[in-house]
């Protein structure tokens, strides 16, 4: 099975597909299957880009309208992850993932599915510490806050993912994980980004919880976006014979290094299908109870608390909610509009305000399992919370962590490209050189370390990925306890520093 992994995609839908025909018609074969590190924008029309957390001069609807109206469906099946750039508002309509259009699959705040028996997880979102323990509490309309701890992920989705065992394939996160720079050419980074440097000394440069992911789960493949440049490394796992190729990929501009191509060993012959992953299911229905959806500090299960802490799954309980789905784990394709898609003809349309809705493909979902819908919760408890108190509720729900700066909130970005060192001991080499012919000149975050200005770049080649694709897998309803809540505390979580403010002249 041939995989195409992208960075940042920020909504180039049309670029982004036409570059995999251009690379299906260079050598003659076909790209099964597309996943996309974040940074989607799956913006459906202009109350979506509301619910973005950009400068009103930088919200563009680009093109996934189209694939969400049926204008357009996707050529290939197409996977994707949550980054800091989204129509927030939609993907918490499935926070267990869903279809967003026809074709192209979000895997919710974290997920894990299988495609032709190739088992892919991912972790929607940027880490940032004074969020991490709260609970999902945010909804649409946003405020200056919520429009930003709405894409910060959570203690209760990696506690989740820890559960996992077996092999992962690959892993997809938006953010690195924390001090992954040290297993590759971190000279050659720096020298291309220098600004990084700090961080890394520092080790704020990416996710802690995410490396925490890599060190205990070890996936043949961890691929990553946020930082706008290609990065490659090896991790080896320590005393262990596994090893993680890791490889961060730029955004969708011309002259990046957005796209990578690799072939993997698939289990299944015939068409690609996707399907749910029961050991994933059977962790979601167990930890059902952990699930908050409110801002206070909301603790995991620790070794030392009071009952269960660990809830990788057994054979039984996979049995039972395999029954549950009646034995048959294919994702059914019932992707549904809940809003009016964008019209560039409707010179009077009128942009409402977002409001939290509840997607019927996240009812299915919970129902067949037996969980919580996380929108259903907040929806009872804004119906059911006293008029005078509305605001006051709110504001109580996001003041929590309020007081770190939003400031913080930075995505990166330079002018130059990495070379990349993932390579492997094959002549298969790949390039794209040339663009499709309706390719824009798109304007890009130049440094958006600094700042989140874009400035134009020139009609070229797309991708030039000097990097070998011949690559082979080696391997193949809850209760609470007495007090409705988890009692067992665990250490004070780390928070990162503000990075070299004096730097930026713009934050997101």
Same mark, same amino acid.
């Given at each position: 099975?041939?995989?195409?992994?992208?960075?940042? =995609?920020?909504?180039?839908?049309? +670029?982004?597909?036409?570059? +995999?025909?251009?690379?299906?018609?260079?050598?003659?074969?076909?790209?099964?299957?597309?996943?996309? %590190?974040?940074?989607?924008? =799956?913006?459906?029309?202009?109350? #979506?880009?509301?619910?973005?957390?950009?400068?009103?001069?930088?919200?563009?609807? /680009?093109?996934?309208?189209?694939?969400?109206?049926?204008?357009?469906?996707?050529?290939?099946?197409?996977?994707? +992850?949550?980054?800091?750039?989204?129509?927030?508002?939609?993907?918490?309509?499935?926070?267990?993932?869903?279809?967003?259009?026809?074709?192209?699959?979000?895997?919710?705040?974290?997920?894990?599915?299988?495609?032709?028996?190739?088992?892919?997880?991912?972790?929607?979102?940027?880490? &940032?510490?004074?969020?991490?323990?709260?609970?999902?509490?945010?909804?649409?309309?946003?405020?200056?806050?919520?429009?930003?701890?709405?894409?910060?992920?959570?203690?209760?989705?990696?506690?989740?993912?820890?559960?996992?065992?077996?092999? +992962? #394939?690959?892993?997809?996160?938006?953010?690195?994980?924390?001090?992954?720079?040290?297993?590759?050419?971190?000279?050659?980074?720096?020298?291309?980004?220098?600004?990084?440097?700090?961080?890394?000394?520092?080790?704020?440069?990416?996710?802690?919880?995410?490396?925490?992911?890599?060190?205990?789960?070890?996936?043949?493949?961890?691929?990553?976006?946020?930082?706008? %440049?290609?990065?490659?490394?090896?991790?080896?796992?320590?005393?262990? =014979?596994?090893?993680?190729?890791?490889?961060?990929?730029?955004? /969708?501009?011309? &002259?990046?290094?957005?796209?990578?191509?690799?072939?993997?060993?698939?289990?299944?012959?015939?068409?690609?299908?996707?399907?749910?992953?029961?050991?994933?299911?059977?962790?979601?229905?167990?930890?059902?109870?952990?699930?908050?959806?409110?801002?206070?500090?909301?603790?995991?299960?620790?070794?030392?608390?009071?009952?269960?802490?660990?809830?990788?799954?057994?054979?039984?309980?996979?049995?039972?909610?395999?029954?549950?789905? *009646?034995?048959?784990?294919?994702?059914?394709?019932?992707?549904?509009?809940?809003?009016?898609?964008?019209?560039?003809?409707?010179?009077?349309? $009128?942009?409402?305000?977002?409001?939290?809705?509840?997607?019927?493909?996240?009812?299915?979902? %919970?129902?067949?399992?037996?969980?919580?819908?996380?929108?259903?919760?907040?929806?009872?408890?804004?119906?059911?919370?006293?008029?005078? *108190?509305? $605001?006051?509720?709110?504001?109580?729900?996001?003041?929590?962590?309020?007081?770190?700066?939003?400031?913080?909130?930075?995505?990166?970005?330079?002018?130059?490209?990495?070379?990349?060192?993932?390579?492997?001991?094959?002549?298969? &080499?790949?390039?794209?050189?040339?663009?499709?012919?309706?390719?824009?000149? &798109?304007?890009?975050?130049?440094?958006?370390?600094?700042?989140?200005?874009?400035?134009?770049?020139?009609?070229?080649?797309?991708?030039?990925?000097?990097? *070998?694709?011949?690559?082979?897998?080696?391997?193949?309803?809850?209760?609470?306890?007495?007090?409705?809540?988890?009692?067992?505390?665990?250490?004070?979580?780390?928070?990162?520093? $503000?990075?070299?403010?004096?730097?930026?002249?713009?934050?997101?």
């Amino acid at each position: 099975m041939r995989i195409a992994v992208e960075g940042c =995609a920020h909504g180039e839908l049309d +670029i982004i597909y036409e570059t +995999i025909q251009e690379i299906e018609k260079i050598d003659g074969r076909k790209i099964d299957l597309l996943i996309c %590190c974040g940074d989607f924008q =799956a913006t459906r029309n202009l109350s #979506d880009l509301e619910c973005m957390a950009v400068s009103d001069k930088y919200k563009d609807i /680009c093109t996934f309208y189209k694939y969400y109206s049926g204008e357009k469906k996707a050529p290939v099946l197409t996977i994707f +992850i949550g980054g800091n750039h989204e129509a927030s508002n939609y993907l918490q309509e499935l926070p267990y993932g869903g279809w967003v259009a026809p074709n192209i699959y979000y895997l919710g705040y974290a997920g894990v599915v299988q495609v032709a028996g190739v088992r892919i997880a991912g972790l929607s979102g940027i880490y &940032k510490s004074q969020h991490w323990m709260q609970g999902r509490y945010e909804k649409p309309p946003y405020t200056d806050s919520t429009i930003r701890s709405i894409y910060h992920i959570r203690n209760l989705e990696v506690f989740r993912l820890k559960q996992l065992s077996g092999k +992962i #394939d690959i892993f997809l996160s938006h953010d690195w994980p924390a001090g992954v720079t040290k297993y590759g050419d971190e000279d050659t980074l720096l020298r291309r980004k220098p600004f990084f440097k700090d961080d890394i000394e520092s080790n704020t440069l990416g996710s802690p919880p995410g490396m925490e992911l890599l060190e205990r789960l070890y996936p043949s493949y961890w691929f990553s976006a946020h930082l706008h %440049c290609k990065f490659a490394a090896l991790v080896p796992e320590k005393g262990g =014979a596994r090893v993680t190729k890791f490889l961060a990929l730029d955004k /969708c501009l011309p &002259k990046r290094k957005f796209l990578q191509v690799l072939e993997v060993r698939s289990q299944e012959d015939g068409s690609i299908k996707l399907d749910y992953d029961l050991e994933w299911l059977t962790i979601l229905y167990l930890t059902n109870h952990l699930l908050s959806v409110k801002s206070n500090i909301h603790y995991m299960p620790g070794q030392h608390g009071v009952g269960r802490w660990t809830y990788t799954p057994t054979t039984k309980e996979k049995q039972t909610v395999y029954e549950k789905f *009646n034995s048959n784990l294919q994702i059914p394709c019932n992707f549904t509009r809940t809003v009016k898609p964008y019209d560039p003809h409707d010179t009077h349309v $009128r942009v409402e305000q977002p409001r939290l809705l509840i997607n019927d493909q996240t009812t299915q979902f %919970c129902q067949m399992l037996g969980i919580d819908d996380p929108s259903a919760l907040l929806q009872i408890i804004t119906s059911t919370a006293p008029k005078d *108190n509305n $605001r006051s509720s709110e504001m109580s729900m996001e003041t929590s962590g309020e007081h770190m700066s939003e400031s913080m909130e930075i995505s990166f970005e330079e002018e130059s490209v990495l070379s990349s060192t993932f390579q492997e001991n094959s002549t298969n &080499k790949y390039f794209v050189d040339g663009s499709p012919t309706n390719l824009s000149s &798109k304007s890009d975050n130049d440094d958006e370390y600094r700042n989140s200005d874009y400035t134009d770049t020139s009609k070229s080649a797309l991708a030039d990925d000097n990097v *070998n694709n011949s690559t082979t897998f080696v391997d193949s309803a809850s209760m609470k306890d007495n007090n409705g809540q988890c009692v067992q505390t665990e250490p004070n979580c780390k928070k990162f520093k $503000r990075r070299n403010y004096s730097m930026y002249s713009n934050t997101l």
